[in-house]
């Protein structure tokens, strides 16, 4: 079957987006935890294409690195905005040889999936098509460019809103931006397009005429119109948040968790969490999270660059940060944070504490108030608390110190050397009590008071 034909990617990410009021350009910006251009690559990697190009703007060039998916991409830089026509040339010493197809697809759509991609390519291959476009029937067509069919139901133009007659202006069948051509075909149609239009750009659009009066077969495949929503403000970035949101947690749901309040709960693309964990409202996930089975996780919560076992309990109000590994049948309670450490199984630290930097035992407990103090102002110090250790309520551990197995700290410590395992420390101060001592110093401060007020009244 024609299916099998190589498929090679162009992703245009030139555009500035000045209605994003932004100093980055509009593909770099993220919705849940990822830039829409690494959306758009996501989705595409699943076709896996042969090539893949993507064509920035010069001021795309500072934010490339680091971006997942572009690993295997080539990039080509549309130094002057003249158009998608001209945006898509950009890639021809890149493509102009490629076999088979290539897809050409905008970077500002993130909602754009593997699976809808698939269709659109396997029916244009099928149909053996030369040029294809996606289209959409809408009541509102707006800025869109309106699509013209033959008889036949086959394209014969797409007119641009801004070059319409109001004939055209009526026509309620959109172009909804996604291009599928022979490769060849691409580029050698490319080349006889000019800027002769309303807006002096090169659309590519202007290929769909070009094919039909070259005799080739064009194609239009209706494709759903919400997949395609861009983002070009502000606003429509929220809203294709809320979109991912939805579909991120649905997935979760599916796979077996439970979110009481699901609308509150804000997720990341890459957030994994296992079954029949129960998630309450209000949580927080960022890039690098995953979670075990069973576990509950608590009102208010924060987790960004954590990994956490089985059957733990977190919250509510407690802040994992990059590097924190629980280990199964922890419990961190509320009002606590905790930072590059690792909790071995069944160790508590169940209120307002701070761990960073540290290695804590099995079944070690936290009282409420600790504090490993691991900054001192220009080094970042380990501390190492032994399995069944008992930290009593407010004390400072001040790293690099090491608790050993099973020793007890007495409430209310500072801890500045390392204690052997089994003992048992204190630093706090001796306890002075002096009975009646209280009445007689009120006594005196008010005979005090007494004797400044008679002064100012004379
Ligand atoms: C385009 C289509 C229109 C279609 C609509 C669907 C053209 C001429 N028109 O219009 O038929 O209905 O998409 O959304 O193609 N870009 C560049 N470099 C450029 C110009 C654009 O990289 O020089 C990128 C933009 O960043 C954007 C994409 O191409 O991501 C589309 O450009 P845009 O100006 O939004 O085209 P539309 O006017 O929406
Ligand atoms: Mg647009």
Redesign the pocket.
């Known amino acids: 079957m024609t299916s099998s034909l190589p498929l090679n990617v162009v992703i ?4 500035k987006g000045t209605r994003m009021k932004s100093a980055v350009p509009k593909v770099f910006h993220a919705a849940a935890g990822r830039s829409l251009l690494e959306w758009v690559l996501a989705a595409v990697e699943g076709l896996a294409p042969e090539r893949l190009h993507v ?1 920035i703007g010069p001021e795309g060039e500072d934010h490339l690195a680091g971006l997942s998916g572009m690993e295997r991409a080539t990039v080509s830089v ?1 130094h002057e ?4 026509g ?2 898509v040339m950009q890639a021809q010493d890149a493509l102009r040889d490629a076999l088979g197809y290539t897809l050409v697809l ?3 759509t993130p909602l754009v999936t593997t699976q809808a991609l698939r269709a659109f390519v396997d029916d244009t291959m099928a149909d053996d098509a030369d040029v294809a476009m996606t289209v959409f029937e809408t009541d509102h067509p707006a ?3 309106r699509v013209i069919l033959d008889p036949g139901n086959r394209p014969t133009a ?1 007119i ?1 809103a801004k070059d319409a007659t109001p004939e055209q202006l009526a026509v309620r069948l ?4 996604l291009m599928l051509a022979r490769s060849t075909v691409l580029f050698d149609l490319l080349a006889q397009t000019d800027d002769k239009n309303a807006a002096g ?1 090169f ?3 202007d290929i769909v005429s070009l094919a039909r009066a070259a005799n080739l077969r064009t194609r239009a495949s209706v494709f759903d119109q919400s997949l ?1 929503a ?1 983002v070009n403000s502000r606003a429509e970035l929220a809203a294709v948040e809320g979109v991912l949101q939805t579909r991120l947690r649905s997935a979760l749901m599916d796979a077996g968790v439970t979110m009481t309040a699901p609308e509150t709960v804000t997720l990341c693309h890459d957030t994994r969490i296992g079954q029949d964990t129960v998630i309450e409202p209000n949580v927080f996930f960022g890039p690098g999270v995953t979670v075990g089975t069973k576990c509950r996780l608590r009102a208010g919560s924060y987790f960004e660059g954590a990994q956490v076992g089985e059957e733990v309990i977190v919250g509510p109000m407690a802040r994992l940060r990059e590097g924190t590994v629980l280990d199964d049948a922890v419990k961190v309670g509320n009002f606590v944070e905790i930072k590059k450490a690792h909790l071995a199984p069944g160790a508590k630290a169940p209120h307002l504490t701070y761990v960073g930097d540290a290695e804590v035992g099995a079944k070690a407990n936290l009282g409420a108030g600790t504090i490993t103090c691991n900054y001192d102002g220009v080094n970042k110090h380990q501390t190492v608390i032994g399995a069944g250790a008992f930290i009593g309520s407010n004390s400072a551990l001040v790293a690099p110190v090491s608790i050993g197995d099973g020793a007890l700290v007495g409430a209310g410590s500072t801890i500045t050397e390392d204690i052997p395992a089994d003992a048992i420390v204190t630093t706090r101060g001796t306890t002075k009590i002096k009975p009646g001592a209280a009445e007689r110093y009120r006594e005196r401060l008010r005979s005090i008071k007494a004797r400044k007020d008679a002064s100012s009244k004379r």
């Open positions: 245009l990410a030139a555009g064509v549309q905005r003249k158009g998608t001209h945006a905008y970077a500002d800025r869109y460019g797409i641009e959109c172009n909804g931006g750009e659309y590519i659009t395609l861009g």
